[in-house]
């Protein structure tokens, strides 16, 4: 909808709508099939129109609240996109109770969206429950991508791990566990 003139325009998607995001002066639609997770480009002109679409299979968003999503520009036309994702034909509406996977990140230029890898969540191994002293998935979600000052991170849970773009491709470059020591009770 044009929110000057009240228009409202329809763009056909083989996907669902579960969040429209800011890529800039232009949009990013973000939704599922049933099987797979879709990010659809919009150039946001006099009349909108879908320019590209990357399909991440077997997948569904790991966070569906607004705050999962970041985007990180780099020019006016060009920018870096993260999104917590499950895999493995998951329910998105099980992100509400468990951790992500992975923090999937795509680069935009102009529109065109490329996958540029993950920054994966490491198996908890044990049962890591803390009351919610250092995470929770129910407060906020508990991964997200972080921009910081040209460094690439991922949260997923009780894990930070740094990536770097590395000829189109991201690797991780370190990670830290942050898992609070199991509380002890002397009676």
């Not at 910081?148 to 770097?164: D, N, P, Q, S, T």
Request: hydrophobic share 35%; aromatic share 8%; net charge positive.
């Amino acid at each position: 909808m044009r929110y000057a003139q009240g228009e409202v325009y329809s763009l056909p998607l083989p996907h669902s709508v579960d969040h429209v995001e800011a890529l800039g002066k232009h949009a990013l639609v973000v939704g599922s099939d049933g099987k797979d997770l879709h990010f659809t480009s919009v150039r946001l002109a006099r009349l909108p129109v879908t320019v590209d679409r990357y399909t991440q299979k077997n997948s569904a968003q790991g966070e569906t609240r607004s705050h999962g999503f970041f985007y990180q520009p780099e020019s006016e036309f060009d920018g870096l996109l993260g999104l917590p994702i499950i895999g493995g034909g998951d329910a998105a509406a099980g992100q509400l109770r468990r951790e992500s996977a992975c923090v999937l990140f795509l680069r935009n230029h102009a529109l065109s969206l490329a996958d540029l890898g993950r920054l994966d969540a490491r198996p908890a191994g044990k049962e890591r429950n803390d009351g919610c002293r250092a995470s929770c998935v129910d407060w906020y979600g508990n991964s997200r991508p972080l921009f910081l000052r040209g460094r690439i991170f991922a949260l997923m849970g009780y894990e930070i791990v740094e990536g770097k773009l590395d000829q189109q491709r991201i690797v991780e470059t370190r990670r830290i566990d942050f898992s609070p020591a199991p509380l002890l009770i002397n009676r």
